[in-house]
C-alpha cells in the first residue's frame, strides 16, 4: 500500500524559510513516478505547487516559482520541498503526491495524482 508522510511544517514570520519532506513507502520504482507538493487552504482549492518528472525534470507554479524548490532523492525515496520568502498567503495544508502512472509527463492538476499524504501546516504571520 503506498504511503506518503510529510513533515517540516510550522510557524514562521513573514519572509522566513522551511523545508518540508515527503517519505515515500509501500511501492517499488519509485524513481518511476512523478511527485508534486499541493497545498490547500482553508475554503480554496487544492492547488499545484511544484513537481519532479521522473527524468528529474523540475517545474512550477507562477505563483511559487523563484521562491519553492522541489528536489528528489530515489536512494531514500524522499521528495522535499524547500520555501524561502513566506508570505501570509503561503499558509496552508501542504501535500505531497504520486502520479496515478509511470507517465513522462508534468502536471499541476490534482487529477493526475491519486496517492497524497496526510499533510503538513504551513502558518505564516505577518
Known amino acids: 500500500q503506498v504511503q506518503l508522510v510529510e513533515s517540516g511544517g510550522g510557524s514562521v514570520q513573514a519572509g522566513g524559510s522551511l523545508r518540508l519532506s515527503c517519505t515515500a513507502s509501500?511501492?517499488?520504482?519509485?524513481?518511476?513516478?512523478?511527485m508534486a507538493w499541493f497545498r490547500q487552504a482553508p475554503g480554496m482549492e487544492r492547488e499545484g505547487l511544484a513537481g519532479i518528472t521522473r527524468d528529474g525534470i523540475t517545474f512550477y507554479a507562477d505563483s511559487v516559482k523563484g521562491r519553492f524548490t522541489i528536489s528528489k532523492d530515489n536512494a531514500k525515496n524522499t521528495l522535499d520541498l524547500q520555501l524561502n520568502s513566506l508570505k501570509p498567503d503561503d499558509t496552508a495544508m501542504y501535500y505531497c503526491?504520486?502520479?496515478?502512472?509511470?507517465?513522462?509527463?508534468?502536471?499541476?492538476?490534482?487529477?493526475?495524482?491519486?496517492?497524497w499524504g496526510q499533510g503538513t501546516q504551513v502558518t505564516v504571520s505577518s
Open positions: 503526491a504520486r502520479a496515478r502512472s509511470r507517465w513522462y509527463g508534468s502536471s499541476l492538476s490534482s487529477s493526475d495524482y491519486n496517492a
Open positions: 509501500g511501492y517499488t520504482e519509485y524513481s518511476s513516478y512523478c
